[in-house]
Every structure is written in C-alpha cells, then in structure tokens.
C-alpha cells in the first residue's frame, strides 16, 4: 500500500483564494477526500470557477466542511479568522492549521490568528504555516541549496507531524518546526522580513532588466 492511500485524510479548506485552490487541487490529487467552503456565497462562486474537479472535490458551507473534516485549513484573511473560528464550532479533537496570510508590515494586520483560533475553538491541535515558496527566487542567495519551503510553529506535535506529511503531498521538499507558540511573534517578523526583501529584490532585478534595454 502505497504512502498516499495509507495517509488519506478528510481535509476541509477555508479560502477562496490562490492558497486555498492550490492545497485543494494538490490534496485531492494526493488521494485525500477534500472540502472546500468559502465566508460569503460570493466567495464560493469564486472559488468553484476555479476547479475541473468539481465532482470530486466537495463543496459546502464553512459548517458542513468542519463537520466532516478531521483537518482544517484556515486559508482566508487574516481579519476573517474569529469569524471562521465561530462558524466552525466545536473542533476540540481536531487539527486546525491555520495558513492565513502573513502581512508585510504589523500596522496591516493586529491579530495573533493562531491564538484568536485556539481561544474560540479550544483546539489543542493547531498550528502556523509559513510558506517560503513564493519568495524562493530572491532567497537562493542566502539559503542557496538548503532552501526551506515552509515554517511551523505551534505546541502541538500531532498537527506539526500532520502538517509535515500534507506538505509532502502539497509538494513542498522542506518543512522546517520552527517552535512552539513562544515563537510566533519571531517568526511573523522572520517572514515580513521575507516578503520585503523579495519585493525589494524583485524591484531591484526589474530596474536592472530595464536599464540593460
């Protein structure tokens, strides 16, 4: 039995957005069973327009996904999280990662998502994820072959082994356990710190491409 069929998952994802349709599509083509929900109808008619899959993977309301799911993925906005973490009632046993976005800067965003999750829901499985992939090109100069693709962090070592095993189905190489909740705030910092230097790289690399025309 291979390692897909033998890991497969109810996995419910939240978002209507380039995250959540990539973890869907990868997750499904993985071997997992996948729910996907949206805040608002306008938002889920967005996001289905997305899929070729659509008898497939299952769409339905935020509480309906929750329900079915022995894994959630928060992949909204940061400011949606206390609303999804009402909605999705009592997720106590179940494992809650919260993807939401990291901003560039503190003054966008004041919310600690992972603790304002844990607080509504009483998870005591939930962990946040980082994802380096989109600012790798930039990054080579520093992390050259050990390039890490995703960060962790979060007490809960059930859902950082759960993570680690979805990350590989996702396609990431890398999964780096950057720590337990204590370490939160550091690594928000480490990835605004990312963010600004790719944008800044990126920037850099366009003016250069320009001058040599």
Do not use: W
Request: some cysteine; hydrophobic content about 45%; overall charge negative.
């Amino acid at each position: 039995m291979s390692y897909k069929v033998f890991a497969c998952m109810d996995i419910a994802i939240v978002g209507a957005n380039r995250t959540s349709i990539t973890f869907a599509e990868k997750l499904f083509e993985a071997g997992h069973h996948v729910f996907v929900s949206a805040i608002s109808k306008e938002e889920e008619k967005e996001i289905k327009s997305y899929f070729s899959y659509e008898d497939s993977i299952i769409f339905c309301s935020l509480e309906d996904a929750a329900l079915a799911a022995d894994i959630i993925i928060i992949a909204t906005d940061p400011s949606c999280i206390r609303e999804v973490a009402y909605r999705i009632d009592d997720v106590r046993d179940k494992i809650v990662i919260d993807a939401t976005e990291i901003l560039a800067a503190k003054s966008e965003s004041g919310i600690n998502t992972l603790n304002a999750a844990r607080a509504i829901t009483g998870s005591q499985h939930i962990v946040k994820c980082f994802s380096c992939k989109e600012y790798h090109s930039p990054l080579h100069a520093f992390y050259k072959d050990s390039l890490i693709d995703i960060f962790i962090a979060g007490d809960s070592k059930k859902a950082k082994a759960t993570v680690q095993l979805l990350a590989r189905d996702i396609g990431y190489t890398d999964c780096y356990d950057f720590g337990g909740n204590e370490t939160l705030p550091m690594l928000e910092d480490m990835a605004r710190c990312m963010i600004s230097f790719a944008k800044h790289t990126s920037a850099f690399d366009l003016d250069l491409k320009l001058l040599d025309k």
